[in-house]
Structures are given as C-alpha cells and as structure tokens.
C-alpha cells in the first residue's frame, strides 16, 4: 500500500485502488489533495499493463464534500482560481486515464466531491448515501465540470434542474435520474459490486478495453459519423497487437487467452 498525507493507493491483482483519506474533513479537497491526486493518477495512466481497472473511494461517511471551505476562506482570488484549475485539470486527468474508473461512493458526495464521481466511467453508492452539485447556494458554480458532465449524462433539462436548485438528492434518487449505475445495501457491498465489475473487465484485452473506452468517451460528443470515424482509428490501434493473435490462437485452440497487454 502506498500512502500520503491525505491519499491511500493499493493494488490489488489488475485492479489499483485509490482512497481518500481525509475523513476528519469529510475528505474535503484542499490544495495539498488535488496535488496528491494529481500525481498519483498521473503515475497509474503510465502503468497500463499491470494496472487495468481502477476504484475510486474514501474512507469515514463521506465519498467527498467537496472544495476544503475552511482553507478557501483563507485564499485571496488568485488562490481560488489557482484551486479550480487544479481540480478541474486533475479530475479531466481522472476521466482521461485510459483505464477504466469505478467510483464506490460510500457517503455523501456534494459539490467537488459529485464532480469526481462523474469523471468516473462507472458510479456505485451505498443506500441512502447524499449527492448533488450545491454550489449556487454558496454563491458560485460547479467548476470541475459538473455542468458539462452531468448534462452529457442525464441531459441538459435534468441537469440545470439540479444546478440551479443546488438540490441535494439520495442515491436511489440519483440511480433514477441514470446518474449511478447501481446501489449498494453496505459498505461491504458497495466495495464487492465494484471490484466485480473490475475483476470481469480485466478479464479482457486491455487494450481492447481502452480502446473502446476512448472511441465511446470521444464518440459521444461528436456527430455520428464522426464518431464512426473515431471508432475507425481506435480498431486500427489494435489489430497489431499480440492480445489480438492470443485471442484468435485461443478460440482455435478452446482455451481461455492470456493477455498480456501488448
């Protein structure tokens, strides 16, 4: 396991789990977290081969609440803009990763903490659990791409819905809305669907997977036809590799293929 100050990292197989570990601040986002985050994220997009899903979560009752309020009252306006281009550069580096992310929302997530689990590619809570984007009640807006990617999620009506009442909704309510993928009766659930989903992705070519990855977070924002054409170039990444000759020799050979990301 590797830690920081605010941040715990662990592998486990193929799957690389990052914990936010601020639960005395309900895992708040302060400047010296973003860096953290930052660089580790950075770190695992360049360990694609022993790395090939990851899980997002934290550790006390909180997922995240968000921006640190206690420190940014400490900041002049240089500060403050400093700390929204910091997360919103290290949350689009999350969303980047070319590994697929599960985020294990384990408590609320308000604010910052809402706008990390939706720059994930897959979103579980525990029953029960508080999110929303509440940033007009404090006077700003979403600013680590909450307005974006919850409109490209759910739509642009349900999404200003949302903003613009700060409205701060259940889990079961944001499984209704198509902004989770599932909820968890527990904790200990939550943790199992999550590394049930990873362990049945890395069951697959890895490359393969990030290609489809990318061809869909890219499709989807195009024009058809010009995401035909990025499904295209993302198929021609594969077809040398050697995951792409295992996977054929096995079917002919009736054997379950060894991937080695390659």
Request: hydrophobic share 45%; net charge negative.
């Amino acid at each position: 396991m590797v830690k920081t100050e605010n941040i715990l990292f662990e592998q486990k197989g193929y799957v690389g789990v990052i914990t936010l570990n601020r639960p005395e601040s309900m895992n708040t986002f302060n400047y010296e977290t973003l860096k953290e985050l930052g660089e580790l994220v950075e770190n695992i997009a360049q360990r694609t081969k022993e790395i090939r899903t990851v899980i997002i979560t934290a550790n006390g009752r909180a997922f995240s609440a968000g921006a640190d309020l206690k420190e940014r009252r400490t900041l002049n306006e240089q500060e403050v803009r400093r700390n929204v281009s910091k997360i919103r550069d290290v949350f689009t580096a999350v969303e980047r990763l070319p590994q697929p992310v599960i985020a294990a929302i384990n408590g609320y997530a308000f604010g910052g903490g809402f706008e990390l689990a939706l720059a994930c590619d897959f979103r579980f809570a525990v029953a029960g659990a508080g999110m929303g984007l509440t940033e007009v009640s404090l006077g700003i807006i979403p600013g680590a791409g909450g307005t974006q990617r919850l409109a490209h999620l759910i739509g642009p009506a349900k999404a200003k819905e949302l903003v613009f009442t700060a409205r701060k909704i259940t889990a079961e309510q944001a499984y209704e809305y198509g902004i989770l993928n599932g909820v968890a009766a527990d904790d200990e659930a939550l943790l199992s669907v999550a590394f049930e989903l990873a362990e049945e992705i890395v069951q697959n070519a890895p490359l393969a997977v990030y290609q489809a990855k990318y061809a869909i977070s890219k499709g989807s924002c195009v024009d058809l036809q010009t995401g035909l054409d990025i499904e295209t170039k993302a198929y021609e990444v594969i077809i040398p590799t050697k995951d792409r000759v295992e996977a054929l020799a096995a079917f002919s050979e009736k054997r379950k293929p060894i991937f080695l990301g390659e």
